[in-house]
Nanobody
Framework: QVQLVESGGGLVQPGGSLRLSCAAS????????MGWYRQAPGKQRELVAA???????NYADSVKGRFTISRDNGKNTVYLQMNSLEPEDTAVYYC????????WGQGTQVTVSS
């Protein structure tokens, strides 16, 4: 059993920044890929960013140049630094961690509004 605890969401004005954190605990052996997904009301869940254990990253086109994903393998933690936030970034953000199967965080709300 693996638990993921997300934090860092909140309300921010356009152009602002937030940093999301996701810490995994429990029966963890080796975490392969860690990532962040988001889902806005009425829209499908989409991949925001992902990072392999070796540090290879990929991003959704909509966030390239604004968001940065990173991880601390020793702490089993993944981060998402979000800069230049836009109203379109408003969504519930979910952490995903892949071991021999995939686990999901509880979600954290990010709201970008004036």
């Amino acid at each position: 059993q693996v638990q993921l605890v997300e934090s860092g969401g909140g309300l921010v004005q356009p152009g602002g920044s937030l940093r999301l954190s996701c810490a995994a605990s429990g029966s963890i052996f080796v975490i392969n890929t860690m990532g962040w997904y988001r889902q806005a009301p009425g829209k499908q869940r989409e991949l925001v960013a992902a990072i392999t254990r070796g540090g290879t990253t990929n991003y959704a086109d909509s966030v390239k140049g604004r968001f940065t994903i990173s991880r601390d393998n020793g702490k089993n933690t993944v981060y998402l630094q979000m800069n230049s936030l836009e109203p379109e970034d408003t969504a519930v953000y979910y952490c995903s961690v892949a071991t021999y199967k995939t686990y999901w965080g509880q979600g954290t709300q990010v709201t970008v509004s004036s």
